[in-house]
């Protein structure tokens, strides 16, 4: 027995068929069939109530902010209002196709509470679009009538929910006819949806009016519409607004396979427009959950570092949930689970770990997993990320941080030192031809920062362009320190580290020493396919700091 919840005309279904074709591509059209009678065993009522807001059925001359007021106002009032009295026609029960949200339905009953059937004694046929002033007896609220002809075994191999209506084995699936109960505002909707189970197409292109399509399709089951309205909004021109409207439709509508094409473009959009969030923050700081959620999933995320993202969510969180219970619930749930600790720095971990937004049991595992991948051994941290990417979340893989991530040794005695470990990618380092640079995160000798920075600048004895590194203290007051440096690399064919360059220095705030050509060699020796220090398309760098007394 074939699954009652596929679409049997669904191409993206049908290939779970063990008989279906790969050669069958197109999909049958029985627009011929609609609303004619000669190929029709049914008649389907639609009695359609007035809604409490105007506007709603006309979808084509409506913006999207218009679609997303008119839904709120729609689903405020559905709250408001009681179920459809129906008890004034004991002998007729309804499919009351109210529209509900899955938030605000009883998931417990939803098949029980959500659709009636119809027992209806006559079975003639009735004129397409007739008004019958005798059905306002079930309620005050019908304002029209639509009647149509309908074929149940094209509505019931397009969705599951008609498939159930005609074979649940009950007196009332053997009736002839099926009343639908909808509101004014989906009238357009229910159309269109109807039309598209027979043609395959749909005659709306405007982004309100699908959404009302999806949303109707979404209610009836109709995956294959749900696919079609999906593909065709995404072929819409994107922007902010429309892009958390599919972000925020109702869980029931975002969790089908159907939409998911169209919320990763939404969420691919807001990536990509808010990826320097910095540019962008007053901006930034005004979206919603979903948005915020959409950008900080990002690998592309422009930030100085981990900790930069960090310091936003707690920004963030706190300007739009100032209780604190609510703030931990956000924090646990979902923003917290976009923050990627294994690349923040130690200095910042420990104020997680004292941070009162964070329920502690939630920020004592996020830290402790995230310090056990600073301890692993690089293959490690390559697999870790490896199997990571695979999966929903993104903990362990690196974003392109302005600051490169660095790994940190640190000593006291017998006096003061710290060595530091900087990976750079070849493309990175291409990257920096003809004048660029890039920056390490701070890492800390005797209270005070310091950074180190990777340059292609030219060679001031042999004019030519050349790689270099250097060190830099950040600015802090008027602190001096003596350092001695060593600057390595790893080398082929030994792939040990080899030193290339050594000095003392005594820093003051913003300075930086180093030297412009740390190879030795031009730029196009250093990059070149059989280049020594790149080592699987990596180039391994090494700084050891010493305070001199």
Same mark, same amino acid.
């Given at each position: 027995?074939?699954?009652?919840?596929?679409?049997?005309?669904?191409?993206?279904?049908?290939?779970?068929?063990?008989?279906?074709?790969?050669?069958?591509?197109?999909?049958?059209?029985?627009?011929?069939?609609?609303?004619?009678?000669?190929?029709?065993?049914?008649?389907?009522?639609?009695?359609?109530?007035?809604?409490?807001?105007?506007?709603?059925?006309?979808?084509?001359?409506?913006?999207?902010?218009?679609?997303?007021?008119?839904?709120?106002?729609?689903?405020?009032?559905?709250?408001?209002?009681?179920?459809?009295?129906?008890?004034?026609?004991?002998?007729?029960?309804?499919?009351?196709?109210?529209?509900?949200?899955?938030?605000?339905?009883?998931?417990?009953?939803?098949?029980?509470?959500?659709?009636?059937?119809?027992?209806?004694?006559?079975?003639?046929?009735?004129?397409?679009?007739?008004?019958?002033?005798?059905?306002?007896?079930?309620?005050?609220?019908?304002?029209?009538?639509?009647?149509?002809?309908?074929?149940?075994?094209?509505?019931?191999?397009?969705?599951?929910?008609?498939?159930?209506?005609?074979?649940?084995?009950?007196?009332?699936?053997?009736?002839?006819?099926?009343?639908?109960?909808?509101?004014?505002?989906?009238?357009?909707?229910?159309?269109?949806?109807?039309?598209?189970?027979?043609?395959?197409?749909?005659?709306?292109?405007?982004?309100?009016?699908?959404?009302?399509?999806?949303?109707?399709?979404?209610?009836?089951?109709?995956?294959?519409?749900?696919?079609?309205?999906?593909?065709?909004?995404?072929?819409?021109?994107?922007?902010?607004?429309?892009?958390?409207?599919?972000?925020?439709?109702?869980?029931?509508?975002?969790?089908?396979?159907?939409?998911?094409?169209?919320?990763?473009?939404?969420?691919?959009?807001?990536?990509?427009?808010?990826?320097?969030?910095?540019?962008?923050?007053?901006?930034?700081?005004?979206?919603?959950?979903?948005?915020?959620?959409?950008?900080?999933?990002?690998?592309?995320?422009?930030?100085?570092?981990?900790?930069?993202?960090?310091?936003?969510?707690?920004?963030?969180?706190?300007?739009?949930?100032?209780?604190?219970?609510?703030?931990?619930?956000?924090?646990?749930?979902?923003?917290?689970?976009?923050?990627?600790?294994?690349?923040?720095?130690?200095?910042?971990?420990?104020?997680?770990?004292?941070?009162?937004?964070?329920?502690?049991?939630?920020?004592?595992?996020?830290?402790?997993?995230?310090?056990? =991948?600073?301890?692993?051994?690089?293959?490690?941290? /390559? @697999?870790?990320? !490896? #199997? $990571?990417?695979? *999966?929903?979340?993104?903990?362990?893989?690196?974003?392109?941080?302005?600051?490169?991530?660095?790994?940190?040794?640190?000593?006291?005695?017998?006096?003061?030192?710290?060595?530091?470990?900087?990976?750079?990618?070849?493309?990175?380092?291409?990257?920096?031809?003809?004048?660029?640079?890039?920056?390490?995160?701070?890492?800390?000798?005797?209270?005070?920062?310091?950074?180190?920075?990777?340059?292609?600048?030219?060679?001031?004895?042999?004019?030519?362009?050349?790689?270099?590194?250097?060190?830099?203290?950040?600015?802090?007051?008027?602190?001096? =320190?003596?350092?001695?440096?060593?600057?390595?690399? /790893? @080398?082929?064919? !030994? #792939? $040990?580290?080899? *030193?290339?360059?050594?000095?003392?220095?005594?820093?003051?705030?913003?300075?930086?020493?180093?030297?412009?050509?740390?190879?030795?060699?031009?730029?196009?020796?250093?990059?070149?396919?059989?280049?020594?220090?790149?080592?699987?398309?990596?180039?391994?760098?090494?700084?050891?700091?010493?305070?001199?007394?």
């Amino acid at each position: 027995m074939k699954d009652q919840n596929l679409d049997l005309f669904d191409p993206g279904t049908a290939v779970m068929d063990p008989e279906y074709s790969p050669t069958r591509t197109r999909e049958p059209d029985f627009a011929f069939a609609f609303n004619d009678s000669n190929f029709s065993d049914r008649v389907l009522r639609i009695e359609i109530l007035g809604d409490s807001v105007d506007g709603g059925s006309d979808s084509n001359g409506r913006s999207l902010a218009d679609w997303a007021r008119n839904r709120k106002r729609r689903r405020e009032d559905f709250r408001k209002e009681n179920a459809l009295d129906i008890t004034e026609c004991p002998e007729e029960q309804i499919i009351s196709c109210n529209q509900i949200d899955s938030e605000d339905a009883d998931t417990e009953n939803q098949d029980e509470s959500a659709v009636a059937m119809i027992e209806e004694p006559n079975s003639g046929d009735e004129a397409a679009n007739s008004d019958d002033s005798t059905w306002n007896c079930d309620s005050p609220r019908v304002v029209k009538v639509k009647t149509l002809h309908i074929s149940s075994p094209i509505l019931a191999a397009k969705s599951p929910f008609f498939y159930k209506l005609f074979s649940n084995g009950m007196r009332e699936s053997e009736q002839r006819r099926v009343t639908l109960r909808i509101n004014a505002s989906e009238e357009a909707a229910l159309m269109e949806l109807l039309n598209f189970m027979y043609s395959n197409t749909l005659t709306t292109n405007t982004a309100p009016a699908l959404l009302d399509v999806l949303m109707a399709a979404d209610k009836f089951e109709v995956a294959s519409c749900m696919r079609y309205c999906s593909r065709l909004l995404r072929n819409l021109p994107m922007t902010p607004e429309s892009a958390l409207l599919y972000l925020e439709l109702p869980s029931s509508v975002l969790m089908a396979d159907a939409v998911q094409p169209l919320t990763d473009a939404a969420k691919q959009f807001l990536a990509a427009r808010y990826k320097d969030i910095t540019k962008f923050q007053e901006e930034v700081m005004k979206l919603p959950l979903a948005g915020i959620e959409a950008i900080l999933s990002s690998d592309d995320l422009q930030v100085a570092s981990e900790d930069a993202v960090y310091d936003f969510v707690l920004k963030w969180t706190r300007a739009h949930y100032p209780l604190i219970e609510e703030r931990r619930e956000i924090l646990s749930s979902r923003l917290g689970r976009c923050i990627r600790f294994p690349f923040m720095s130690c200095r910042k971990l420990r104020k997680v770990l004292t941070c009162n937004d964070f329920e502690h049991e939630f920020s004592s595992k996020l830290v402790l997993e995230a310090l056990f =991948f600073k301890a692993e051994a690089p293959h490690r941290q /390559r @697999t870790q990320a !490896a #199997e $990571e990417s695979a *999966s929903t979340s993104r903990r362990f893989l690196e974003r392109a941080y302005k600051y490169r991530p660095v790994k940190v040794v640190e000593f006291e005695l017998p006096r003061q030192q710290c060595i530091v470990y900087l990976d750079l990618k070849r493309d990175e380092c291409a990257n920096l031809f003809p004048s660029g640079r890039v920056y390490s995160q701070a890492f800390h000798l005797g209270g005070q920062g310091f950074f180190l920075s990777a340059h292609c600048n030219m060679d001031q004895q042999s004019s030519f362009h050349c790689f270099g590194l250097f060190l830099g203290m950040q600015e802090k007051g008027s602190v001096t =320190f003596a350092v001695d440096y060593e600057f390595s690399a /790893r @080398t082929k064919p !030994a #792939e $040990e580290y080899v *030193s290339k360059y050594k000095g003392n220095y005594t820093f003051t705030g913003g300075k930086a020493v180093g030297y412009r050509n740390l190879f030795a060699i031009p730029w196009t020796s250093f990059m070149a396919e059989d280049s020594l220090y790149f080592i699987n398309g990596v180039l391994h760098l090494r700084a050891e700091l010493t305070i001199r007394h």
